[in-house]
Structures are given as C-alpha cells and as structure tokens.
C-alpha cells in the first residue's frame, strides 16, 4: 500500500528559527517524492522533488529510504513561509498526498 | 492555456442537486487528475485519465461520482444527487505524461463546493 504520513497538523515556529515539517511513507518500490505548498488564497504548487536534490526558497528535504522518510527543512523561517504544505509520493498510477501541515511563522 | 483552468471557482447548490465542475488541462497534457481537498482530508484521489486509455476510477467516492474527458481534454466531474458530505474543494490537475514524474503535477485554482 501507498501511504503518507504527516505526523503534525499545525506548526508554529518563530520568524528565524529552523523548521522542519515530518513526512514519513510506506511504499514498496523506488519512492519518488514531492513537497507542494499552498499559501494563502493561492492554488497548490509544486515546491520541490526529491530527484533534483534542489533548495527552492531555503528549502530543502532528504529522502531517507532508511527511516522512510523525507522531511522538509529550513534554517531561518521567514513570515512568508506561513502556507499549507503536503507532502506526496509517486505511486504506480497518480500521487499520493499526506494529510497537510499548516505552518504558521510568528514575527 | 497557461495553466489548468477550473470553473466554476464557487458552486453552493440545494442537497440533491446535480452538479457539474469542469477543468481545462494544460494544452498537451496527456495525464488530467481529480482530487478532492476538505478539511481534516488533506488531498483526497478521485480520479486519472491518461490519454486513450480507461480511466482509474478507483478514488471516487461512491456511483454518485462520475467524470468524462472529451477529446483528451475538458474533464467534467459530475456529482449526482449531493449530499452535505460532498462539500470540499474540487481540484483538478494535469502533467505532461505518466511517464516522466518528475516534473510533478500542475494544478487548478478549485471549485470551492458546497451543499446546504
């Protein structure tokens, strides 16, 4: 089965503190994972994959194929960071989303 | 288009209604997707149309559900009979190709429904 989890549905962090948002997933075959973003009163997009190892807005998330994992992290929050994010696999057909983490960044 | 278009953005309708959402994918997008976002769900799958091949139904949520994609292009999601429960944001996306993952999906800005 396909499953994401995301353990924490709201987070609240400090304007400069680290973040991170959990994601951990349960799939048999090679995992390819996403993080979307949805601020507010905008429509969902993609933030990053895990197959270009990229940093998007100071973002950054490691697949740990160990721990089944794929955490997204950022050093310094900032105010405009504050959005929903969903963590999703790619299953054999369509993605799979966990369930959203509201990150809200205090100034 | 330049992106997925979705309409109508809001829909309130009468319990019992019949309504129809529609979405426009991306021009030569093969793959369009329907999911369903409500509070406390997350992103729910409800279903995938790939080009000429048979649509994976497998997410909707009962035979009230159905969807259609004329042309491999415009899909439109029916919801026979609503019921309160059906209240959710509607969203629609598209990708290039089931094939290459990579580039993720592209999605709609919603149809917002509800059911009084």
């Known amino acids: ?107 | 288009g330049a992106g997925v278009s979705q309409s109508p953005s809001n829909k309130v309708t009468e319990k019992g209604k019949d309504v129809e959402l529609r979405c426009d994918p991306i021009s030569g997008h093969t793959a369009l997707y329907w999911y369903r976002q409500s509070l406390g769900q997350g992103l729910e799958f409800l279903i995938y149309f790939q080009g000429n091949s048979a649509p994976d139904k497998s997410g909707l949520p009962s035979d009230r559900f159905s969807a259609e994609r004329t042309g491999g292009s415009v899909s439109t999601l029916t919801i026979q009979r609503t019921q309160q429960e059906d209240s959710a944001v509607y969203l629609c996306a598209s990708s290039p190709d089931r094939g290459i993952v990579s580039y993720g999906y592209t999605f709609g800005s919603g149809t917002r429904l509800t059911v009084v």
């Open chain 1, 1 to 107: 089965a396909q499953r994401v989890t995301q353990p924490e549905k709201l987070l609240s962090v400090f304007k400069g503190a680290p973040v991170e948002l959990k994601c951990n997933y349960s799939y048999s075959g090679s995992p390819e994972l996403f993080w979307y973003v949805q601020y507010s009163r905008q429509r969902l997009q993609l933030l990053l994959r895990h197959i270009s190892r990229e940093s998007i807005k100071g973002f950054t998330a490691d697949l740990n194929k160990g721990e089944t994992s794929f955490h997204l992290k950022k050093p310094f929050a900032q105010e405009e960071d504050s959005a929903m994010y969903y963590c999703a696999l790619q299953g054999a057909q369509k993605l799979v989303f966990g369930q959203g983490t509201r990150l809200t960044i205090n100034p």
